[in-house]
């Protein structure tokens, strides 16, 4: 299935500068955003940066969703540096009119200061979107905020070794910079035009702290690559269905690589995968993941046997697999949980508790007694949206028939989610029911 038929949260209004993140991250299948970054260990000729950027600009442009210039390097190089960011922008606008170009600037400053900076990354460089510091509160940041066609990303947490000093002070029981992501959402996101910069390096918990308290704010992430972050860690609990709910920003790793572009593709795709790496390994964790010779359900023979039953003595883990169910099922629109026993009926019974949905089960049999309903849990299913859960998806037999009985009651039966994807072409739809997975055999392979 794809991310786009996925993605189906309705929005009253979508600045233009979010429209375009979202539509180029669709069209690429991508969060990757390129740092073009000059660093001050290898300041060189302002001529030799030119050439180099568009170099890499021109190298990573198939997998870049978004460019993002760091102001300090060019204004080290004094009107040279300045002439050389204008003239690195106008690259990339060119070579992917379809990019989100952001200038990271961190602004700081009172409103009527806070308006240059703003003309001069907004009108004058022509960016889509803007780095800058919440500190002097919302009325100094009215000269970003109130430009609604752009995007401003607003300091939320960082990941130099002093952020504890001021962002993990405690305001209203909360850290400052969950109060800050609160707040934002909150007050601030009128226009949703505005975003945080949340540090991949940031401690996984505190960036689940920031995404509950902004569930709609999108993420600009640095610190993959060089900073030394992980993608199992800091990429689940920072993205949501939103394709624009993250972006993450790699710099040094890219263009210091002899190949800008193949470094491109790898992170791009790490990215994707580190999510799913972290199922895996809750999997093999569990032993859930076996390597063999076996004979599956379907009777197709396999070196690889996935048994998601086994979840259920890890409670741990089998309640982080449910969350994460419930997580990448976020886009679709439901209001019964259906599943079949016994592979889904734990995984289903977590989701539905914590969803607050009702759950049926379907028998494979009915009781030779009593109402000899296929449809177990009192629920009437007429007429409503219903999500069938379970562990694996192979041939889909037993979906088949679960699906059957519940359109027969009545039911709209649209989606479909499982742990893991064992078919052969894994994200495919099954009878016009978009499947959603939380891995696929490639993962595991």
Same mark, same amino acid.
């Given at each position: 299935?794809?991310?786009?038929?996925?993605?189906?949260?309705?929005?009253?209004?979508?600045?233009?500068?979010?429209?375009?993140?979202?539509?180029?991250?669709? $069209?690429?299948?991508?969060?990757?955003?390129?740092?073009?970054?000059?660093?001050?260990?290898?300041?060189?000729?302002?001529?030799?940066?030119?050439?180099?950027?568009?170099?890499?600009?021109?190298?990573?442009?198939?997998?870049?969703?978004?460019?993002?210039?760091?102001?300090?390097?060019?204004?080290?190089?004094?009107?040279?540096?300045?002439?050389?960011?204008?003239? =690195?922008?106008?690259?990339?606008?060119?070579?992917?009119?379809?990019?989100?170009?952001?200038?990271?600037?961190?602004?700081? *400053?009172?409103?009527?200061?806070?308006?240059?900076?703003?003309?001069? $990354?907004?009108?004058?460089?022509? $960016?889509?979107?803007?780095?800058?510091?919440?500190?002097? &509160?919302?009325?100094?940041?009215?000269?970003?905020?109130?430009?609604?066609?752009?995007?401003?990303?607003?300091?939320?947490?960082?990941?130099?070794?002093?952020?504890?000093?001021?962002?993990?002070?405690?305001?209203?029981?909360?850290?400052?910079?969950?109060?800050?992501? =609160?707040?934002?959402?909150?007050?601030?996101?009128?226009?949703?035009?505005?975003?945080?910069?949340?540090?991949?390096?940031?401690?996984?918990?505190?960036?689940?702290?920031?995404?509950?308290?902004?569930?709609?704010?999108?993420?600009?992430?640095?610190?993959?690559? $060089?900073?030394?972050?992980?993608?199992?860690?800091?990429?689940?609990?920072? !993205?949501?269905?939103?394709? &624009?709910?993250?972006?993450?920003?790699?710099?040094?790793?890219?263009?210091?690589?002899?190949?800008?572009?193949?470094?491109?593709?790898?992170?791009?795709?790490?990215?994707?995968?580190?999510? !799913?790496?972290?199922?895996?390994?809750?999997?093999?964790?569990?032993?859930?993941?076996?390597?063999?010779?076996?004979?599956?359900?379907?009777?197709?023979?396999?070196?690889?046997?996935?048994?998601?039953?086994?979840?259920?003595?890890?409670?741990?883990?089998?309640?982080?697999?449910?969350?994460?169910?419930?997580?990448?099922?976020?886009?679709?629109?439901? *209001?019964?949980?259906?599943?079949?026993?016994?592979?889904?009926?734990?995984?289903?019974?977590?989701?539905?508790?914590?969803?607050?949905?009702?759950?049926?089960?379907?028998?494979?049999?009915?009781?030779?007694?009593?109402?000899?309903?296929?449809?177990?849990?009192?629920?009437?299913?007429?007429?409503?949206?219903?999500?069938?859960? *379970?562990?694996?998806? =192979?041939?889909?037999?037993?979906?088949?028939?679960?699906?059957?009985?519940?359109?027969?009651?009545?039911?709209?039966?649209?989606?479909?989610?499982?742990?893991?994807?064992?078919?052969?072409?894994?994200?495919?739809?099954?009878?016009?029911?978009?499947?959603?997975?939380?891995?696929?055999?490639?993962?595991?392979?």
């Amino acid at each position: 299935m794809t991310e786009r038929r996925r993605y189906e949260i309705e929005q009253p209004y979508v600045p233009e500068a979010l429209a375009k993140l979202r539509e180029r991250s669709l $069209a690429i299948d991508s969060q990757l955003c390129v740092g073009i970054d000059i660093h001050p260990d290898n300041i060189q000729d302002p001529k030799y940066y030119l050439a180099h950027n568009q170099r890499v600009i021109e190298a990573t442009s198939g997998r870049a969703t978004a460019f993002k210039f760091q102001m300090a390097g060019y204004l080290a190089m004094g009107s040279e540096g300045i002439a050389v960011l204008e003239k =690195s922008v106008e690259v990339a606008r060119a070579v992917n009119p379809n990019a989100l170009l952001i200038i990271d600037g961190k602004f700081n *400053d009172i409103g009527v200061s806070l308006a240059y900076y703003a003309q001069f $990354a907004y009108d004058h460089l022509g $960016a889509d979107a803007v780095t800058a510091n919440p500190f002097l &509160g919302q009325d100094a940041n009215e000269p970003v905020i109130r430009r609604s066609e752009k995007l401003v990303y607003f300091l939320g947490r960082t990941s130099n070794p002093g952020a504890q000093e001021f962002q993990g002070l405690n305001v209203d029981g909360r850290e400052m910079s969950t109060y800050i992501a =609160s707040r934002i959402e909150e007050v601030w996101a009128q226009n949703r035009n505005v975003g945080l910069v949340v540090g991949a390096t940031v401690d996984p918990h505190v960036i689940g702290q920031m995404r509950e308290a902004a569930p709609n704010l999108p993420f600009l992430m640095p610190g993959l690559g $060089a900073q030394g972050a992980s993608t199992e860690q800091f990429v689940y609990p920072a !993205r949501t269905s939103d394709p &624009g709910s993250m972006l993450v920003n790699v710099s040094r790793e890219i263009t210091s690589a002899q190949d800008p572009g193949a470094l491109a593709v790898y992170w791009a795709n790490e990215i994707k995968k580190g999510p !799913r790496r972290r199922i895996v390994n809750m999997l093999a964790d569990a032993g859930c993941i076996e390597l063999g010779d076996f004979t599956l359900a379907s009777g197709v023979k396999s070196n690889i046997y996935v048994d998601v039953r086994r979840l259920s003595s890890r409670p741990d883990l089998l309640n982080k697999v449910a969350e994460a169910m419930n997580k990448n099922l976020s886009g679709a629109h439901y *209001d019964v949980i259906a599943t079949i026993p016994t592979g889904g009926l734990p995984l289903a019974s977590i989701m539905a508790i914590s969803s607050d949905k009702p759950m049926v089960y379907i028998r494979k049999e009915s009781k030779g007694y009593g109402t000899k309903s296929l449809i177990e849990g009192g629920v009437d299913v007429a007429g409503k949206k219903v999500l069938l859960v *379970d562990d694996v998806i =192979s041939s889909g037999g037993s979906k088949m028939q679960a699906i059957e009985e519940l359109r027969k009651n009545g039911a709209q039966v649209e989606h479909i989610g499982v742990v893991v994807d064992r078919r052969e072409q894994g994200g495919e739809d099954f009878m016009d029911l978009n499947v959603h997975s939380l891995i696929e055999m490639s993962d595991i392979l």
